[in-house]
């Protein structure tokens, strides 16, 4: 069987992104309201914390552009072991990276709570509940892409 042709390549890819972008919104489409419903005054606090993690997401500092390119370029070149390699350890870090995210947002929920004036102190538990959610949601977004 040979090399697969530019036509395949984008046919698979497409259907990969696309099956991957599915399976993340529908987890959102499915979650959110759940948590809405867990939280009396949860939809402007579940906005919030969804902003203040969107420019987490943002703030990736290209890591997703660099391994596009690399990707790009491995696949072009036929080099399988490198691309392998390189996606393995992509992988890893965005796990190590949205882990050590996580571990200091869950860790400092009460601080980032008491960021908002406007939560009552009653409404902690629930405040920090949803950023919890949302941070652990953010990482996995970013990570799985």
């Known amino acids: ?55 987490l997401a943002i703030y990736e500092f290209g890591v997703g552009t660099a391994f596009m390119k690399y990707t790009a370029e491995c696949h072009a070149k036929g080099d399988y072991e490198r691309l392998s390699r390189l996606l393995s350890t992509g992988v890893a870090l965005c796990g190590v990276v949205g882990l050590v995210v996580v571990s200091a947002v869950l860790a400092s929920l009460d601080q980032i709570a008491g960021l908002f004036p406007t939560i009552p102190a009653e409404s902690y538990d629930t405040a920090r509940f949803v950023f919890g959610y949302v941070a652990v949601a953010a990482v996995v977004n970013v990570t799985l892409g």
């Open 1 to 55: 069987m040979g090399r697969p042709t530019i036509g395949e390549n984008v046919r698979r890819n497409t259907r990969n992104s696309l099956a991957i972008y599915v399976i993340s919104q529908g987890l959102k489409f499915l979650l959110f309201p759940i948590v809405i419903a867990s939280v009396e005054e949860g939809y402007a606090l579940v906005r919030v914390s969804w902003i203040f993690f969107s420019y």
